[in-house]
């Protein structure tokens, strides 16, 4: 159900790798003043042209500052960072023409209307007077804003706001284009379009970075995904080998009366092809391997065991499974 287009980079051969990366971390560090722990601890990574790479993690996980020390707003406690081959540390002001920035707040300027937020835009990066009027007028036409152009932003919905700050952050042509968030806080209709402009700008080139804790977000339209959890990364593929790591291809859901824990073992010992199980709200989730006659497996196990099942359910891996094993938590609260 992903828009087309989306989700179809995949990891370049390794002999392949050094030459593309657009983004390098070596053992990249943050540690706030007064901090007891790291916000980004001893983190490598690489991003390759053209890909659309996800941070996926918690609230507290690192992303926001991983991102700020790639586009210089974030100072590092230790390592390296290089975006397109240039030190983000030593070269702040390069790099930050390399790089393209929706931030997690609206940054768009309320002085400014529609147009003039990109125009000035260009005009702050050193584009010309007539090359910044054009753009301003292709991208609000190629992100359906045109009508918009001297609306105050005042004006514009969340949507539509997000749009403009996606446009004004490509203005420059950006190696990357970095998105922290960029669909919190936005309807389900208003996340669509974003993905699918996403997935527009990607299929033309453009290389892309967002931070997200909606897994759903991660595995439709990134490539690659970076799993992290305070300030480490947990694991890194793509959204397919992630699920397929976890060894098992079907989660069943049980809900039941009585104790949670002992319902968690019993159908764990009772159902061939359990691989982990864990206890949920009100029951128990096993994932297993063999979806074969599942549903009456674990009917015909229940009643042999005296358990009284409320509910069943049954679905695949996720992402959401992935971090529950590398963690022992939900990604959601
Ligand atoms: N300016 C700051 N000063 C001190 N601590 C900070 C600062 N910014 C972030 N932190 C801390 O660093 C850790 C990582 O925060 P960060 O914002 O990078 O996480 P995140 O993954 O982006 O989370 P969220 O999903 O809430 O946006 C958290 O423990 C946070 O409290
Ligand atoms: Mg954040």
Redesign the pocket.
């Known amino acids: 159900m992903g828009p087309s287009g989306v989700g179809t980079s995949v990891p370049a051969p390794a002999g392949e790798r050094r030459r593309d990366a657009v983004i390098r971390t070596e053992q990249l560090q ?1 540690r ?4 007891e ?1 790291p ?2 601890d001893h983190l490598d990574l690489e991003v390759f042209a053209g890909e659309i790479f996800g ?1 996926l ?12 020390m790639l586009t210089t707003r ?1 100072v590092p406690s230790g390592g390296r960072a290089e975006i397109g081959g240039v030190d983000v540390a030593r070269h702040p002001a390069l790099a930050k023409q390399l790089s393209g920035i929706v931030s ?1 707040q609206n940054t768009l300027d309320r002085q400014l209307n529609v147009w003039e937020n990109l125009y000035f835009h260009g005009r702050l990066f050193g584009m010309g007077s007539r090359r910044s009027r054009h753009r301003a007028d292709e991208l609000l036409q190629q992100f359906q804003l045109a009508r918009w152009a001297k609306a105050s932003v005042y004006a514009l919905s969340g949507g539509m706001a997000q749009r403009l700050m996606v446009a004004r952050a490509i203005f420059h042509e950006p190696a990357v284009l970095f998105l ?2 960029p669909t919190a806080g936005l309807d389900p209709q208003s996340r669509l379009v974003l993905w699918e402009l996403l997935g527009e700008l990607n299929a033309q080139g453009q290389t892309i970075l967002l ?1 997200t ?1 909606y897994m759903e977000e991660a595995d439709q339209l990134c490539g690659r995904v970076a799993i ?1 959890d305070h ?1 480490h990364l947990l694991a890194l593929d793509t959204p397919a080998a992630l699920k397929q790591s976890i060894g098992a291809d079907t989660v069943l859901t049980l809900k039941a009366a009585g104790d949670a824990a002992e319902l968690r073992e019993k159908m764990a010992a009772a159902l061939d092809g359990v691989t982990a199980s864990r206890t949920v709200e009100g029951g128990a989730q096993l994932q297993l391997r063999g979806i074969e006659r599942l549903v009456p497996r674990a009917v015909a196990a229940a009643e042999a065991l005296g358990v009284d099942l409320i509910d069943l359910s049954v679905s695949e891996p996720s992402l959401e499974t992935v971090f529950i094993n590398l963690t022992g938590k939900e990604l959601r609260d």
């Open positions: 943050k706030y003043p007064g901090a722990a916000a980004v941070l993690g918690p609230n507290g996980a690192g992303k926001t500052t991983t991102a700020g974030v997690q922290d968030e931070t804790h992290m300030g």
